[in-house]
């Protein structure tokens, strides 16, 4: 071979391994840069809450923390009160996908999920939070509600506890006797049980109570905690505070997400949102319990608290409502029993 060729042949061989060199690099360009874009995909939700601007504060910092702790991959824009959809259009429009999570209230669609007005609240199946928490932990409500809601195409991420349901009234209350005195504004699920001690009971919505109490058209009502009277401006017409335990917390409420949109994020993402959504649950009940709090500790109502031996009786009372409730769904049963269980081992119920 001439020296020519042999010098050819070297500058070639070179070219080859350069040319190759080159491609691989390019491909592992291209390999990164995709792996990259993956990674760094943003996901962008919305969110709609059934609460108004009261609690809009709560919300947008539940999307900050989000938006933190993901780097900016996943941004959540959050909607007040029927914003977007109706409230008691949350759930469908959560499973469609034209939500991708929601804060919702069970007894909105009690129609479509068996549990919901279990979920929500039924008379005397809780009286503490710890209660609450038991029998959505321990006992198992929460794998029912995981269920209920999975056959919507909805994850239930968690629940969030609400604050007191007591009542307030023109006149001391610390029996059901005194009850049967006045006339209550009460929902059907309560009025039902304190009409078995014939105690009267109408219902009216909240936008009616400070005319009807200032008027004398009711004397009671049984709606939510201090916090809530005083929201409302009804010290102005009452200045007594019954602590019932009738139910507390006073409502469960629930954190919804589209099952679909869970499941293109990425493990890390998912970690996230879940440490996100249990914060958010427990700054909401604080927030709720904090205002109750600083309500009561401001002397706005006079205190007081019904009898043991009368809740004994209502929780009793209750059981009519509850084992209605069980004949809906085999779930519905499971839940009924929990909660009885719950009652009988807190010595509420014989």
Request: glycine share 6%.
């Amino acid at each position: 071979m001439s020296e020519e060729v042999k010098l050819f042949a070297k500058w070639a061989k070179k070219l080859s391994c350069v040319v190759i060199g080159a491609s691989v690099f390019a491909s592992a360009l291209t390999i990164g840069a995709d792996t990259f874009a993956a990674d760094e995909k943003i996901y962008r939700w919305k969110m709609q809450r059934y609460t108004g601007t009261e609690s809009q504060k709560i919300f947008r910092n539940f999307a900050k923390d989000v938006k933190e702790a993901s780097n900016g991959r996943l941004r959540i824009t959050t909607f007040g009160g029927g914003e977007l959809v109706p409230n008691d259009q949350l759930l469908k429009a959560t499973g469609s996908g034209v939500l991708q999570m929601s804060y919702g209230y069970g007894a909105y669609w009690s129609g479509s999920v068996d549990l919901a007005r279990i979920e929500s609240g039924l008379p005397l199946a809780w009286t503490t939070l710890d209660e609450a928490k038991d029998l959505w932990f321990n006992k198992g409500m929460n794998n029912l509600l995981v269920e209920a809601y999975g056959e919507h195409g909805v994850r239930y991420m968690s629940p969030s506890f609400g604050g007191d349901y007591d009542l307030l009234s023109k006149e001391p209350i610390e029996s059901l006797d005194h009850m049967k005195k006045i006339k209550i504004r009460a929902t059907s699920n309560v009025a039902v049980i304190l009409e078995k001690f014939d105690v009267p009971t109408v219902y009216l919505p909240p936008e009616e109570f400070y005319t009807s109490m200032s008027t004398n058209s009711i004397s009671g009502i049984i709606y939510g905690s201090a916090y809530d009277y005083e929201q409302l401006k009804l010290q102005e017409t009452a200045k007594h505070y019954t602590k019932l335990s009738l139910l507390t917390p006073g409502f469960v409420d629930n954190i919804l997400v589209n099952q679909e949109a869970w499941d293109e994020l990425p493990k890390d993402l998912q970690e996230i949102l879940d440490t996100s959504v249990k914060k958010l649950a427990e700054d909401h009940h604080n927030w709720l319990i904090d205002g109750a709090k600083k309500t009561l500790s401001d002397n706005v109502f006079e205190v007081h608290t019904l009898q043991t031996s009368d809740v004994t009786k209502l929780t009793d009372a209750a059981q009519d409502l509850w084992n209605e409730e069980a004949k809906r769904s085999v779930r519905n049963e499971a839940a009924i029993n929990m909660i009885k269980d719950l009652a009988g081992s807190n010595g509420r119920l014989k």
